[in-house]
């Protein structure tokens, strides 16, 4: 930009800052590490500006993984990712990822660039009404019409994202406001007079459910993402055991308790282990802690605990009687109360309740068959025992999903990233991407299935430019497993729309990338090839050429409830279900 009369300081006679480069140093006082974008015509005075700036921009192949790489940055650190698109078809290529963050309460800030000012509205090239495209699935947004505004807009914008009930704020930076002079303050000021974040829970709720526990022969703590995000994992041991409770999580809860330790029964709901279904099914009652009831882990409504006290913590009001009316519900951060409600807690008398879900545990294992070719399961299993719950595992969605969250046990919070409430396909390899750029000193594994890998696959160029130890778990089976296990179960076997034949050789495609691919086709071969990957020290892909038609167990069908869960292939076939996949 040539320096005109305008963007000259009169006082100093210097160069002003542009809109996008005082939006860049906001981003710098907020700490921001990385960038993950796909420049664009818009966008072009914010990218111009990192030039400059201590940030370092990640240039994704799509604008999807850019928003996944930036939700597996902020899952696994706790630290909001950053993505910055162009307008138009740029922008709305994020719409899946914030959705993704949104239902799964990932912190994230999406800038756009949009057209100028006086053509808003009046269809210009790569014009698209963002704001109001977004508004869904978004926590929050802005479009930015006063460059005077930039410092305040991403101040608040880092506030609302990572505060309260995390989740994706999106910033639309009109062109002219990226490159015009802008000479606005700094500020670490926020006011938002209707925008309450919970913090602590009232007195009264917590000491009564710590009667309610205290009374309790057969509970069951139940723990959702809400206790990952606040870093409950220690006041969830504590409570535990000083309850002698046992606990069971949702897909998204993983890690907020270690899940070897032997009060721990695992994942539960649609395909969570038998004896956590059990367990649930039986007691008598039922405290969520960051979890908000939903249709994967409840089941038929109408038959979930009916019988059970219900206690729920939750640090968002909105979840609160949406599913279930919970006798005891206690605002706040899930740390925070638990470590007031800890104090007030006695033992309860669980022994015989206790022996009891060791019995299902040892009934109802996780088997899988032993012969017949290579299973996912083994794989998963050995992948586990190999990286001893301390590697970062991301997923993405479908049947490798479930069978990871039943064989890969986290230790630790933060350590499992899996998209849950948007069920996305293509999440798992980017997600990975911005976990190892978020956790440089750490071990990475996507395990993805051959359908979603094939959605972002081109971020294998930004697994090789970036050098990055990120390793890809390929269970290749050729076919979309969860719609074909469907399809067999409850629509006599009518496979349509599931079979991907056609698929490529992905040992040869990741080679195009320049990027080390594996293949494991014999249980034998497994321990030493995952071995090797996780020893590289690049990126690495791996495909398990895995048994086409394998079925994930335990199992609930949708509209079922928790007691008709079958916990094999059953006989004959099925009803077709009444509730989503």
């Known amino acids: 930009m040539a320096k005109t009369e305008d963007s000259l300081d ?11 480069e005082r939006l860049i140093q906001c ?8 960038i993950f974008g796909l420049s664009g015509g818009a966008a072009m005075p914010m990218f111009d500006a990192l030039l400059d700036s201590s940030i370092k921009l990640i240039l994704t192949r799509h604008e999807q993984g850019a928003t996944h790489m930036a939700d597996g940055y902020a899952r696994s650190t706790g630290r909001p990712g950053v993505v910055l698109v162009t307008s ?5 290529n994020t719409v899946t990822g914030m959705l993704t963050a949104l239902m799964d309460s990932a912190p994230i800030i999406v800038i756009c660039g949009q057209t100028i000012t006086s053509m808003l509205g009046k269809d210009a090239f790569q014009e698209a009404d963002v704001t109001g495209i977004t508004y869904p699935v978004v926590k929050h947004s802005y479009l930015v019409k006063d460059g005077s505004q930039i410092p305040r807009i991403v101040r608040e914008a880092f506030h609302v994202a990572t505060t309260g009930r995390p989740g994706p704020v999106l910033i639309d930076v009109p062109k002219d406001i990226g490159q015009d002079p802008c000479d606005a303050p700094f500020t670490d000021e926020v006011f938002l007079p209707g925008y309450q974040v919970p913090s602590r829970g009232e007195t009264q709720p917590i000491a009564q459910a710590a009667r309610l526990l205290r009374d309790s022969r057969r509970p069951v703590l139940y723990v959702g993402n809400g206790a990952v995000i606040s870093g409950a994992d220690k006041a969830v041991t504590t409570l ?3 309850l002698r409770a046992p606990v ?10 270690d899940e070897t330790h032997p009060l721990h029964l695992g994942m539960f709901g649609m395909h969570g282990t038998a004896y956590a279904n059990k367990a649930v099914a039986d007691c008598d009652l039922i405290m969520s802690i960051g979890g908000r009831w939903d249709d994967r882990v409840t089941g038929r409504l109408e038959d979930f605990c009916a019988d059970a006290v219900k206690i729920h913590i939750d640090i968002d009001p909105a979840e609160f009687n949406k599913i279930v009316q919970p006798d005891v519900s206690i605002l706040g951060d899930a740390r925070l109360v638990l470590e007031d409600l800890i104090p007030q ?4 008398d669980t022994a015989d309740w206790l022996e009891q879900c060791e019995k299902w545990r040892k009934l109802y294992p996780l088997k899988y068959p032993k012969q017949g070719g290579l299973r996912a399961q083994h794989v998963l299993d050995r992948l586990d025992a190999l990286t001893e719950g301390q590697a970062i595992i991301t997923t993405d969605v479908g049947q490798h999903q479930m069978w990871a969250a039943q064989f890969l046990r986290a230790r630790s919070g933060r350590h499992w990233i899996s998209s849950g409430g948007a069920g996305t396909m293509g999440f798992g390899f980017p997600s990975a991407i911005g976990a190892q750029f978020g956790n440089p000193d750490k071990k990475v594994w996507a395990i993805v299935g051959d359908g979603g890998f094939q959605m972002t696959l081109m971020e294998l160029a930004t697994a090789f430019i970036h ?7 390929i269970i290749n089976n050729n076919f979309l497993g ?8 409850f629509y006599d076997n009518r496979v349509s729309g599931a079979d991907l034949e056609g698929n490529p050789d992905f040992v040869k495609l990741a080679q195009a990338y320049g990027v080390k691919g594996l293949r494991i086709r014999r249980p034998a071969d497994v321990d030493r090839i995952l071995k090797q990957a996780h020893d590289d020290p690049g990126p690495c892909v791996v495909v398990a050429e895995v048994v086409k038609e394998d079925n994930v167990f335990p199992m609930i069908p949708a509209g079922a409830s928790i007691a008709e869960m079958l916990i094999e292939k059953p006989k004959g076939p099925l009803a077709k279900p009444t509730g989503s996949t």
Do not use: F
């Open 248 to 257: 069971v999580t949702t897909l998204l809860g993983k890690g907020a308790m």
């Open 10 to 20: 009169p006082e100093m006679n210097q160069k002003l800052p542009t809109g996008g």
């Open 467 to 473: 050098k990055l130890p990120v390793n890809c778990l």
């Open 27 to 34: 981003l710098e006082r907020e700490g921001v590490e990385y």
């Open 345 to 348: 807690i006695e033992m309860a």
């Open 482 to 489: 969860m719609i074909r296990q469907w399809q067999e179960m």
């Open 88 to 92: 138009g078809p740029g922008a709305t």
């Open 240 to 242: 535990a055991e000083k």
